[in-house]
């Protein structure tokens, strides 16, 4: 089965790689940046029109604050670049907010930030999905008919690509992320040029629409509660900025440096176009609203359920490049897919996130290793699984999984940046340099803006957003707290019950008999090599033991067992109910009872077939008694194989396909390096 599975296994994952290949997989800078941000840098294909829908409740007139909200949205993004330089400065081991917050805040903290950030994570591949689906279902039918099959199908499709390995899927994602960073640049200086120098009147589809406002002429604190609502919104643009923090171990060295120096190159690259595209947005008049059949009018009527309403960035390249030209086709099909690949950040941060939780024992042991191909393998199938899960009960419909969207990350933030502030002031109550102190007292205060204002953003966000969804990402992290606190106290419970204490104990103390039973059912080959083998061990006693479950059948076995003189002596035991587990498990717990200082070594023969479906023609009578025993204290369980032929011819398979090599896979030593020839001069 090993080799049957093995095959397909390799074709869709590549060969495994050896441990101390791991330095090869590390990330460079170019290819870190689309690996790690690539979801806030495909934010803005969706955050200003986000910003735009809650403002349009106000109507047209609510657009002049679009580039207010903006700006809070850039020095949002600014803070939280800045304070998240220095938290992969002072903690490089790729903890990130997790580290920063146990660290500083205590374990529950952190605790807290971990299930937020998991929360998050999940949510990121769900809805980075569901949009990515939904703006390809525009163009081809049979998506939107099937939305959530397609949608599970990309998640499979990516986890495959994530399973070869990060460096491999960085370079898969990289050529479409810079596609989409490319496309939305030229297309800014494109319509600024358009506009400033050439005086062109660039105008979006929608441009001649007018908006029915829900509620007209708002003022005061409905005012600025909406505004609140629409920046909200607009931080949907910050969403996956903590993954470098906590992917720092994936860079190359110097990992610091270089986390930091890709932190900044990605804050840079979504705040400008992020501005651009609410610049261009403003100047060719983009109109969108929350209920578009209703709430859109075009001359004078509503536009209706058919009508479909295209997303900012769909409409802003229209406007500047033209419907149907070759860059306007190349920005849409890179916007779609860039979507899809937004996903990534989170395939890259849940592992690694996954693995150091593992580490500390909040999660099982399982995500902490690698896999094949030296990447966390079993933390990249788990988030698979959640997001598939979530993309199904939602229906594949982001306007509904997007609600869920940001809670998480911003609990991330505020605790990441409380943490920080107290980790500058335990170091500058200990530190004497001038210039380290200034740099440090720097540090601290960029930290607790960070904290002030991502901690106003979380409260914006749970008052705006409770209601239409948020609720449940709360639930969500709620859940994973209080798993990873059960796992921790199991993992601490049996640390405890297993630790060798330093004096001599009951478990060190020699048995003082070795009572050893061997289960036969009838005189075959296995039965006799069971025996054999027990009389090897030297028990103090040692008998057969069988259950009566035909009479026929026992009788034989007795006439037998006497005829060849076996010197063993054979208790049968009674089982009216034709059980043959129960009897055995009574009569080995008697043995236990009646002498507690016993040991009772149980000896099952088992005979090895070699055909998996083999298995399925003999009952499983010994792997049953193996499980029971297992809960018998005092119970030392061991089984004596016996193989047959099939099973010989199994082995004898195997070894020739070990011998046998396909093309390419034999190896002559590692490559080297041939010295340089001296150039001869003339």
């Known amino acids: 089965m090993s080799k049957l599975t093995d095959v397909p296994k390799r074709i869709l994952i590549g060969r495994a790689l050896r441990s101390d290949r791991l330095g090869e997989t590390l990330l460079p800078k170019r290819i870190a940046l689309p690996v790690f941000a690539s979801d806030p840098l495909s934010s803005v294909a969706y955050a200003p029109g986000e910003v735009l829908l809650v403002l349009s409740i106000a109507g047209v007139s609510a657009y002049h604050f679009s580039p207010w909200i903006a700006v809070a949205v850039v020095v949002l993004m600014f803070t939280v ?71 599970v199908a990309v998640i499979v499709l990516l986890t495959l690509m994530n399973l070869r390995g990060v460096k491999e899927s960085g370079k898969l994602f990289a050529i479409p992320t ?28 929608t441009a001649e629409y007018h908006i029915k406002a829900e509620h ?13 609502r629409a920046f909200s919104s607009g931080c949907a643009a910050l969403t996956g900025v903590e993954a470098i923090s906590n992917g720092v171990p994936a860079f190359r060295k110097p990992k610091s440096k270089n986390a930091a120096t890709t932190l900044a190159a990605m804050g840079l690259l979504a705040v400008t176009m992020f501005c651009g595209i609410i610049a261009l947005a403003m100047t060719t008049k983009v109109r969108m609203a929350e209920n578009p059949a209703t709430d859109l ?135 004497t340099d001038q210039a380290k102190r200034t740099h440090m007292v ?54 405890e019950e297993l630790a060798a204490p330093e004096g001599p104990t009951d478990d060190s103390v020699r048995p003082s008999r070795v009572h050893s039973v061997v289960l036969v059912s009838k005189i075959h080959r296995p039965a006799l090599r069971a025996l054999a083998y027990a009389k090897l061990l030297r028990s103090d006693t040692l008998e057969a033991l069988s259950v009566n479950v035909d009479p026929a059948e026992t009788k034989t076995l007795r006439d037998e067992w006497e005829r060849r003189g076996i010197d063993v002596p054979l208790k049968v035991l009674d089982s009216p109910y034709r059980e043959i587990t129960r009897p055995v498990i009574e009569y080995v717990k ?15 023969p088992e005979y090895v077939v070699g055909h998996w479906y083999e298995h399925l023609l003999h009952n499983q009578s010994a792997l049953r008694l193996k499980g029971r025993l297992l809960f018998t204290p005092g119970v030392m369980v061991t089984s004596v194989p016996y193989q047959l032929e099939s099973s010989e011819a199994a082995k004898l398979r195997a070894r020739k396909r070990q011998d046998w090599n396909a093309p390419g896979a034999v190896r002559r030593g590692p490559a080297q390096v041939r010295p340089k020839e001296p150039t001869q001069k003339s």
């Open 590 to 604: 008697g043995l236990r009872k009646e002498s507690p200082r016993d040991a009772v070594s149980v000896i099952i």
């Open 442 to 495: 720097r540090s601290r205060a960029i930290n607790a803006f960070g904290a002030f204002f991502t901690g106003l953003v979380l409260v914006v966000v749970l008052v705006t957003k409770f209601t239409h969804g948020a609720w449940v990402a709360l639930l969500g992290m709620v859940i994973f707290y209080a798993t990873m606190t059960a796992i921790r106290k199991h993992y601490d419970r049996v640390a």
């Open 216 to 228: 007209q002429g708002l003022a005061g604190f409905a005012l600025v509660f909406l505004l609140l």
């Open 81 to 151: 670049v800045a304070s998240y330089r220095q938290n992969v400065h002072a903690y490089p081991s790729g903890g990130g907010d997790y580290e920063v917050a146990t660290t500083n805040l205590g374990p529950r903290a952190g605790l807290t930030v971990a299930s937020a950030l998991l929360v998050d994570y999940v949510l990121t591949v769900a809805v980075s999905i569901a949009s990515g689906i939904e703006n390809l279902g525009s163009a081809v039918p049979f998506v939107v008919e099937h939305k959530v099959f397609c949608a």
């Open 297 to 431: 009018i075009h001359n004078g009527v509503a536009v209706g359920a058919d009508y479909v309403q295209n997303p900012v960035i769909s409409q802003v390249a229209e406007a500047v490049f033209g419907k149907g030209s070759f860059l306007f086709i190349l920005l849409a099909a890179a916007t779609a897919l860039v979507l899809f690949l937004a996903a990534n950040t989170a395939y890259n941060g849940f592992p690694l996130l996954g693995s150091i939780l593992a580490q500390d024992r909040y999660l099982p042991r399982q995500l902490h290793t690698r896999g094949d191909r030296l990447a966390f393998s079993n933390g990249i199938v788990l988030l698979a699984g959640a997001a598939s899960m979530l993309v199904i009960i939602y229906g594949a419909d982001s306007t509904r999984l997007i609600q869920l969207y940001i809670v998480g990350v911003f609990v991330s933030f505020t605790l990441s940046q409380t943490g920080m502030v107290r980790h500058w002031n335990r170091h500058l109550a200990s530190e």
């Open 178 to 205: 810079y596609v989409f960073v490319a496309g939305v640049f030229i297309m800014i200086a494109w319509g600024a040029f358009r506009g400033l120098v050439l005086g062109d009147t660039m105008l979006a589809p």
